[in-house]
């Protein structure tokens, strides 16, 4: 076993700096180099080599590259990493559209011995971890339905940012965002069969979603309604969860930002008596470990040859397929974007 992975960070912003706290903590991960547009070509006071190319970074010598760059760069970067022999890890989304993530598969079909593992970090909450034990061990009976909303109060702070621009972001808030809330519905209840919806851009007048409405159903029946908004007014997540004996809401989200509440789940399960009031019980999560978990297993996977179990390339394409199915569930803007629709995963 090697003493030490050298990692290079490719987008060295708020996500990138962030991640690389959380790689400095891992005793197995060595930072020696960074890109970013703002960065000169150098070494920084800490001792680390700056590139302020990307492709550039790609040319020292590292073991492992983090991808932390917009959702047109993204792809791009993660294909020529692994064509250098370098192991992965990109940002959610995946990409612009479907095409992109199946780029990258082509690409990580061809180096069987690499790692490379999408940061859909939610999956790591303590809340949605023990949410998914109840619902797997049928403490609460059978999945009935979800209910989703994630809202932010803006898609981007400017007017110019990438995300607002369709031929770099490839979506709004939905990509953007409400993919975590799809992941996490998937990890509950499986892949969507069936869905509707309705996409909106009245507000913000992007050229990209400012709101997505979707109602879906799997092939066992199980509904779910999602509400993923650039206009809430206030950062809010909230879902729930409703089985045959009970439900779970999980409210709040811990985060960068802290701007979405107390991190909660409540269980309630319903009572034997009929008319009589059900039991709740609410947990408060205090600390958010969900990057450094991923970053941990990401580690874990590439020095112990062990499968990706989160974020695989397998999840990201099925996450992709449904955000994109969503928009062409609406024919409406399908056909104002000339949208390219996925079928129905076998």
């Known amino acids: 076993m090697?003493?030490?992975?050298?990692?290079g960070i490719a987008g060295y912003g708020v996500v990138g700096k962030r991640r690389r706290e959380c790689i400095d903590r891992n005793p197995h991960l060595d930072t020696v180099a960074v890109s970013d547009r703002k960065l000169p070509t150098g070494t920084m006071t800490d001792g680390v080599r700056s590139y302020s190319d990307p492709?550039?970074?790609l040319d020292d010598q590292l073991d492992a590259v983090f991808v932390s760059l917009p959702n047109d760069l993204a792809p791009h970067v993660s294909i020529a990493a692994l064509q250098r022999g370098f192991h992965v890890f990109c940002e959610k989304p995946p990409g612009r559209d479907v095409e992109d993530i199946l780029a990258v598969r082509e690409e990580e079909r061809r180096h069987p011995e690499l790692k490379l593992k999408y940061g859909f970090n939610h999956r790591y909450h303590d809340s949605v971890i023990q949410a998914k034990k109840l619902i797997e061990n049928n403490s609460l009976g059978q999945l009935v339905n979800l209910k989703g909303v994630y809202g932010k109060s803006r898609i981007v702070s400017f007017s110019s940012d990438w995300r607002t621009r369709r031929r770099d972001a490839g979506g709004g808030i939905l990509l953007d965002q409400g993919i975590h809330l799809l992941d996490m519905m998937r990890l509950f209840a499986g892949d969507f069969t069936d869905i509707s919806s309705f996409i909106s851009n009245n507000y913000w007048n992007h050229d990209v979603e400012d709101n997505a409405y979707a109602l879906m159903r799997t092939s066992q029946g199980v509904v779910a309604m999602v509400h993923s908004s650039a206009t809430q007014w206030r950062h809010q997540f909230r879902l729930e969860i409703a089985l045959t004996e009970g439900a779970i809401v999980l409210g709040g989200i811990l985060s960068g930002s802290k701007s979405y509440g107390d991190e909660t789940m409540t269980t309630i399960v319903k009572s034997a008596e009929e008319g009589a009031m059900p039991v709740e019980k609410t947990t408060k999560?205090?600390?958010?470990?969900?990057?450094?978990?991923?970053?941990n297993e990401f580690t874990e996977a590439i020095l112990r040859d062990k499968?990706?179990?989160?974020?695989?390339?397998?999840?990201?394409?099925?996450?992709?397929?449904?955000?994109?199915?969503?928009?062409?569930?609406?024919?409406?803007w399908q056909r104002r974007f000339d949208l390219k629709c996925p079928t129905m995963p076998e």
């Open 55 to 57: 492709l550039t970074l």
């Open 307 to 332: 499968p990706i179990r989160y974020g695989n390339s397998e999840d990201a394409l099925r996450t992709m397929e449904l955000v994109y199915r969503i928009y062409c569930a609406d024919q409406n």
């Open 285 to 295: 999560y205090d600390f958010d470990h969900s990057w450094q978990d991923e970053i």
């Open 2 to 7: 090697v003493d030490k992975l050298r990692v």
